[in-house]
Protein backbone atom coordinates (compact mmCIF):
# COMPACT_ATOMS: atom_id res chain seq x y z
CA UNK A 1 0.00 0.00 0.00
CA UNK A 2 2.84 2.41 0.72
CA UNK A 3 4.12 1.82 -2.70
CA UNK A 4 1.20 2.44 -4.32
CA UNK A 5 0.56 5.66 -2.30
CA UNK A 6 3.83 7.04 -3.03
CA UNK A 7 3.09 6.17 -6.41
CA UNK A 8 0.03 8.39 -6.81
CA UNK A 9 1.93 11.67 -4.49
CA UNK A 10 4.53 11.19 -8.06
CA UNK A 11 1.50 10.98 -10.38
CA UNK A 12 0.80 14.46 -8.17
CA UNK A 13 3.86 15.66 -9.20
CA UNK A 14 4.53 14.82 -12.34
CA UNK A 15 0.92 16.14 -13.41
CA UNK A 16 2.49 19.62 -12.23
CA UNK A 17 5.41 19.04 -14.88
CA UNK A 18 7.97 19.02 -11.98
CA UNK A 19 9.77 16.18 -13.30
CA UNK A 20 10.93 17.08 -16.63
CA UNK A 21 10.01 16.58 -20.49
CA UNK A 22 9.21 13.14 -20.05
CA UNK A 23 5.69 12.45 -19.36
CA UNK A 24 3.31 10.17 -20.01
CA UNK A 25 0.31 10.52 -21.80
CA UNK A 26 -2.48 8.62 -19.40
CA UNK A 27 -1.79 8.40 -15.99
CA UNK A 28 -0.65 4.67 -14.64
CA UNK A 29 -3.31 2.24 -13.64
CA UNK A 30 -4.60 1.63 -9.72
CA UNK A 31 -3.32 -0.80 -7.71
CA UNK A 32 -6.67 -3.17 -9.36
CA UNK A 33 -5.12 -6.33 -9.26
CA UNK A 34 -5.09 -6.29 -13.05
CA UNK A 35 -1.30 -7.16 -14.79
CA UNK A 36 0.23 -4.29 -16.57
CA UNK A 37 2.35 -4.74 -19.84
CA UNK A 38 4.83 -1.70 -21.60
CA UNK A 39 6.19 -2.39 -24.85
CA UNK A 40 9.10 -0.37 -26.14
CA UNK A 41 9.52 -0.17 -29.55
CA UNK A 42 12.17 2.05 -32.06
CA UNK A 43 9.55 4.01 -33.85
CA UNK A 44 5.62 4.70 -33.68
CA UNK A 45 5.27 1.17 -35.77
CA UNK A 46 6.95 -1.01 -34.09
CA UNK A 47 4.82 -2.34 -30.86
CA UNK A 48 1.98 -2.49 -32.90
CA UNK A 49 3.41 -4.56 -35.62
CA UNK A 50 4.71 -7.23 -33.02
CA UNK A 51 2.41 -7.08 -29.78
CA UNK A 52 -0.52 -5.35 -31.21
CA UNK A 53 -2.66 -8.53 -31.20
CA UNK A 54 -1.40 -9.67 -27.99
CA UNK A 55 -2.17 -6.27 -26.39
CA UNK A 56 -5.93 -6.22 -27.83
CA UNK A 57 -6.39 -9.41 -25.92
CA UNK A 58 -4.82 -7.95 -22.60
CA UNK A 59 -6.87 -4.90 -22.73
CA UNK A 60 -9.76 -6.98 -23.69
CA UNK A 61 -9.80 -8.85 -20.10
CA UNK A 62 -9.68 -5.17 -18.69
CA UNK A 63 -5.94 -5.57 -18.16
CA UNK A 64 -3.55 -2.41 -18.95
CA UNK A 65 -0.92 -2.17 -21.54
CA UNK A 66 1.19 0.84 -22.49
CA UNK A 67 3.15 1.20 -26.03
CA UNK A 68 6.37 3.34 -25.82
CA UNK A 69 8.54 4.54 -29.38
CA UNK A 70 11.46 5.29 -28.07
CA UNK A 71 12.19 7.62 -31.15
CA UNK A 72 9.66 9.92 -33.15
CA UNK A 73 9.93 8.36 -36.32
CA UNK A 74 10.93 11.31 -38.13
CA UNK A 75 12.97 9.90 -40.78
CA UNK A 76 10.52 7.27 -41.88
CA UNK A 77 9.07 8.66 -45.34
CA UNK A 78 10.22 8.67 -48.58
CA UNK A 79 9.11 12.36 -49.13
CA UNK A 80 8.20 13.47 -46.06
CA UNK A 81 10.30 14.21 -42.59
CA UNK A 82 10.87 16.32 -39.35
CA UNK A 83 8.74 17.82 -37.64
CA UNK A 84 5.69 17.31 -39.78
CA UNK A 85 6.50 13.37 -40.27
CA UNK A 86 6.85 13.21 -36.39
CA UNK A 87 3.62 14.59 -35.59
CA UNK A 88 1.69 12.81 -38.23
CA UNK A 89 3.60 9.34 -36.63
CA UNK A 90 1.95 9.73 -33.08
CA UNK A 91 -1.52 10.72 -35.12
CA UNK A 92 -1.19 7.47 -36.33
CA UNK A 93 -0.18 5.46 -32.85
CA UNK A 94 -2.94 7.40 -30.75
CA UNK A 95 -5.36 5.90 -33.41
CA UNK A 96 -4.08 2.21 -33.42
CA UNK A 97 -4.29 2.81 -29.47
CA UNK A 98 -8.17 3.43 -29.36
CA UNK A 99 -8.16 0.77 -31.79
CA UNK A 100 -6.54 -2.06 -29.36
CA UNK A 101 -7.45 -0.44 -26.37
CA UNK A 102 -4.48 0.74 -24.70
CA UNK A 103 -2.19 3.31 -23.77
CA UNK A 104 0.58 4.93 -26.39
CA UNK A 105 3.46 7.64 -25.58
CA UNK A 106 6.09 8.76 -28.19
CA UNK A 107 9.61 9.92 -27.23
CA UNK A 108 10.89 12.93 -28.12
CA UNK A 109 13.91 11.86 -29.53
CA UNK A 110 14.84 11.82 -33.27
CA UNK A 111 14.77 8.62 -35.99
CA UNK A 112 18.57 7.33 -36.37
CA UNK A 113 19.83 9.01 -33.49
CA UNK A 114 18.82 6.99 -30.28
CA UNK A 115 21.63 5.83 -27.93
CA UNK A 116 21.78 3.53 -25.13
CA UNK A 117 23.10 6.71 -22.58
CA UNK A 118 22.35 7.37 -18.90
CA UNK A 119 19.89 9.90 -19.36
CA UNK A 120 17.90 7.24 -21.80
CA UNK A 121 18.15 4.31 -19.58
CA UNK A 122 16.61 6.28 -16.62
CA UNK A 123 13.64 7.43 -19.16
CA UNK A 124 13.32 3.91 -19.66
CA UNK A 125 13.20 2.63 -15.84
CA UNK A 126 11.19 5.64 -15.10
CA UNK A 127 8.39 4.33 -17.43
CA UNK A 128 8.33 0.89 -16.29
CA UNK A 129 8.22 2.12 -12.29
CA UNK A 130 5.62 4.47 -12.97
CA UNK A 131 3.77 1.70 -15.15
CA UNK A 132 4.64 -0.80 -12.23
CA UNK A 133 4.74 -2.88 -14.64
CA UNK A 134 4.59 -7.09 -14.55
CA UNK A 135 5.76 -7.69 -18.34
CA UNK A 136 8.48 -5.56 -20.26
CA UNK A 137 8.73 -6.17 -23.99
CA UNK A 138 10.85 -4.96 -26.65
CA UNK A 139 13.59 -5.75 -29.48
CA UNK A 140 16.35 -8.01 -29.46
CA UNK A 141 19.87 -5.96 -29.58
CA UNK A 142 20.56 -7.72 -32.66
CA UNK A 143 18.93 -5.93 -35.63
CA UNK A 144 19.59 -4.60 -38.73
CA UNK A 145 18.47 -1.34 -37.24
CA UNK A 146 20.52 0.99 -34.49
CA UNK A 147 17.53 2.13 -32.63
CA UNK A 148 16.04 -1.54 -32.60
CA UNK A 149 19.60 -2.52 -31.48
CA UNK A 150 19.65 0.73 -28.44
CA UNK A 151 16.51 0.05 -27.40
CA UNK A 152 17.37 -3.52 -26.79
CA UNK A 153 20.51 -2.33 -24.87
CA UNK A 154 18.77 -0.09 -23.20
CA UNK A 155 15.71 -2.69 -22.00
CA UNK A 156 17.98 -5.22 -20.91
CA UNK A 157 20.09 -2.55 -18.96
CA UNK A 158 16.83 -1.94 -16.82
CA UNK A 159 15.99 -5.17 -16.06
CA UNK A 160 18.11 -4.28 -12.85
CA UNK A 161 18.32 -1.02 -12.31
CA UNK A 162 13.98 -0.78 -11.57
CA UNK A 163 14.91 -3.14 -8.29
CA UNK A 164 16.98 -0.71 -7.01
CA UNK A 165 15.63 1.60 -4.36
CA UNK A 166 18.12 4.54 -4.31
CA UNK A 167 18.20 4.74 -8.23
CA UNK A 168 15.78 7.47 -9.88
CA UNK A 169 14.24 8.32 -5.96
CA UNK A 170 11.51 10.08 -7.83
CA UNK A 171 10.01 6.49 -8.48
CA UNK A 172 9.16 3.34 -6.52
CA UNK A 173 10.46 0.45 -7.34
CA UNK A 174 9.29 -2.50 -8.98
CA UNK A 175 8.25 -5.63 -6.97
CA UNK A 176 8.89 -8.14 -7.95
CA UNK A 177 10.93 -7.80 -11.05
CA UNK A 178 9.00 -7.57 -14.46
CA UNK A 179 9.96 -10.52 -16.69
CA UNK A 180 11.25 -8.90 -19.87
CA UNK A 181 10.04 -10.35 -23.34
CA UNK A 182 12.06 -9.82 -26.83
CA UNK A 183 9.75 -9.11 -29.98
CA UNK A 184 10.08 -11.59 -32.72
CA UNK A 185 12.82 -10.68 -35.55
CA UNK A 186 14.07 -13.28 -38.23
CA UNK A 187 17.87 -12.27 -37.58
CA UNK A 188 20.48 -15.19 -36.62
CA UNK A 189 23.58 -14.25 -35.16
CA UNK A 190 24.27 -14.34 -32.46
CA UNK A 191 21.89 -16.68 -32.35
CA UNK A 192 18.32 -16.95 -33.79
CA UNK A 193 15.17 -15.82 -31.96
CA UNK A 194 13.40 -18.52 -29.70
CA UNK A 195 10.07 -18.99 -29.68
CA UNK A 196 9.37 -19.58 -25.68
CA UNK A 197 5.86 -18.10 -25.66
CA UNK A 198 3.55 -18.60 -28.72
CA UNK A 199 -0.12 -16.29 -28.68
CA UNK A 200 -3.04 -16.75 -30.61
CA UNK A 201 -4.30 -13.93 -32.30
CA UNK A 202 -7.22 -15.20 -33.94
CA UNK A 203 -9.88 -13.56 -32.00
CA UNK A 204 -8.33 -10.27 -32.65
CA UNK A 205 -6.96 -10.35 -35.44
CA UNK A 206 -9.44 -7.42 -36.81
CA UNK A 207 -8.25 -5.29 -34.19
CA UNK A 208 -4.87 -5.69 -35.45
CA UNK A 209 -5.42 -5.01 -39.06
CA UNK A 210 -7.63 -1.87 -38.57
CA UNK A 211 -4.86 -0.95 -35.99
CA UNK A 212 -1.82 -1.82 -38.77
CA UNK A 213 -4.62 0.32 -41.51
CA UNK A 214 -4.12 3.82 -39.13
CA UNK A 215 -0.52 3.83 -39.51
CA UNK A 216 -0.97 4.54 -43.09
CA UNK A 217 2.46 6.64 -43.72
CA UNK A 218 4.16 3.27 -42.46
CA UNK A 219 1.95 0.74 -44.02
CA UNK A 220 0.97 2.31 -47.22
CA UNK A 221 3.51 4.94 -47.90
CA UNK A 222 7.01 4.38 -46.87
CA UNK A 223 9.22 3.18 -49.98
CA UNK A 224 12.71 3.56 -49.49
CA UNK A 225 16.39 2.39 -49.96
CA UNK A 226 15.74 1.17 -53.17
CA UNK A 227 15.34 3.17 -57.03
CA UNK A 228 12.78 5.95 -57.68
CA UNK A 229 11.38 3.90 -60.71
CA UNK A 230 11.16 0.80 -57.82
CA UNK A 231 9.64 2.95 -55.56
CA UNK A 232 7.01 4.33 -58.39
CA UNK A 233 6.48 1.00 -58.83
CA UNK A 234 5.76 -0.34 -55.28
CA UNK A 235 3.47 2.81 -54.83
CA UNK A 236 1.26 2.37 -57.71
CA UNK A 237 -0.11 -1.63 -56.46
CA UNK A 238 -1.06 0.28 -53.19
CA UNK A 239 -5.14 1.02 -53.74
CA UNK A 240 -5.77 4.68 -52.67
CA UNK A 241 -9.53 3.40 -51.37
CA UNK A 242 -9.85 3.27 -47.67
CA UNK A 243 -11.67 -0.30 -47.90
CA UNK A 244 -9.56 -1.50 -50.25
CA UNK A 245 -6.87 -0.37 -47.85
CA UNK A 246 -8.16 -2.08 -44.71
CA UNK A 247 -8.58 -5.38 -46.73
CA UNK A 248 -4.73 -5.44 -47.93
CA UNK A 249 -3.99 -4.60 -44.25
CA UNK A 250 -5.61 -7.63 -43.56
CA UNK A 251 -3.97 -9.97 -45.96
CA UNK A 252 -0.86 -8.83 -44.65
CA UNK A 253 -1.84 -9.17 -40.94
CA UNK A 254 -2.97 -12.92 -41.79
CA UNK A 255 -0.07 -13.83 -44.07
CA UNK A 256 2.63 -12.23 -41.83
CA UNK A 257 0.61 -13.92 -38.05
CA UNK A 258 0.27 -16.77 -40.33
CA UNK A 259 3.82 -17.64 -40.96
CA UNK A 260 4.24 -17.12 -37.29
CA UNK A 261 1.40 -19.65 -36.48
CA UNK A 262 2.92 -22.37 -39.23
CA UNK A 263 6.57 -21.96 -38.12
CA UNK A 264 5.82 -21.92 -34.55
CA UNK A 265 3.20 -24.56 -34.51
CA UNK A 266 4.58 -26.54 -31.62
CA UNK A 267 4.90 -23.70 -28.68
CA UNK A 268 1.57 -22.84 -29.58
CA UNK A 269 0.85 -26.63 -29.57
CA UNK A 270 2.97 -26.38 -25.66
CA UNK A 271 0.59 -23.60 -24.42
CA UNK A 272 -2.55 -24.30 -26.46
CA UNK A 273 -2.62 -28.49 -26.55
CA UNK A 274 -2.92 -30.95 -29.53
CA UNK A 275 -6.28 -29.84 -30.51
CA UNK A 276 -6.44 -26.05 -30.29
CA UNK A 277 -2.76 -25.48 -30.97
CA UNK A 278 -3.09 -27.05 -34.30
CA UNK A 279 -5.92 -24.68 -35.45
CA UNK A 280 -4.53 -21.43 -34.57
CA UNK A 281 -4.13 -19.26 -38.12
CA UNK A 282 -2.37 -16.27 -36.78
CA UNK A 283 0.08 -16.06 -33.90
CA UNK A 284 2.21 -13.90 -31.78
CA UNK A 285 5.53 -15.14 -30.43
CA UNK A 286 7.62 -13.67 -27.51
CA UNK A 287 11.12 -15.11 -26.30
CA UNK A 288 12.20 -14.90 -22.70
CA UNK A 289 15.24 -12.49 -21.90
CA UNK A 290 17.63 -13.82 -18.87
CA UNK A 291 17.93 -10.55 -17.72
CA UNK A 292 14.32 -10.05 -15.98
CA UNK A 293 12.28 -12.44 -13.71
CA UNK A 294 12.47 -15.90 -15.38
CA UNK A 295 9.06 -16.86 -15.24
CA UNK A 296 7.66 -20.82 -14.57
CA UNK A 297 5.18 -22.14 -16.76
CA UNK A 298 2.45 -21.19 -14.37
CA UNK A 299 3.65 -17.61 -14.41
CA UNK A 300 3.37 -17.56 -17.91
CA UNK A 301 -0.10 -18.53 -18.08
CA UNK A 302 -1.36 -15.86 -15.02
CA UNK A 303 0.89 -13.36 -17.02
CA UNK A 304 -1.01 -14.59 -20.55
CA UNK A 305 -4.38 -15.96 -18.90
CA UNK A 306 -5.59 -15.93 -22.46
CA UNK A 307 -2.91 -19.30 -23.13
CA UNK A 308 -5.27 -21.15 -20.72
CA UNK A 309 -9.24 -20.26 -23.34
Not at 150 to 163: I, P, S
Not at 238 to 249: G, H, M, T, V, Y
Request: charged share 30%; aromatic share 8%; net charge neutral.
Amino acid sequence: MMKRSFLLILLTVMSAGLLGPHRINAAPPGDDGKLRIIVFGAHPDDAEFDAGGSAALWASMGHHVKFVSVTNGDLGHYEMGGGPLARRRKKEVLKAAEILGITTQVLDIHDGELLPTLENRKTLVRLIRDWQADIVMGHRPYDYSPDHRNVGLLMQDTAFMVTVPFYELNSPVVEPNPVYLYLYDGFQKPYPFEADIAVSIDDVIEKKARARDALASQVYETVYGVTEKTRRERLSKIPKDPEERLQLSRERVAAGAGRAADKYRDTLIKWYGPEKGRAVKAAEVFEVCEFGRRPSEDEIRKLFPFLSR
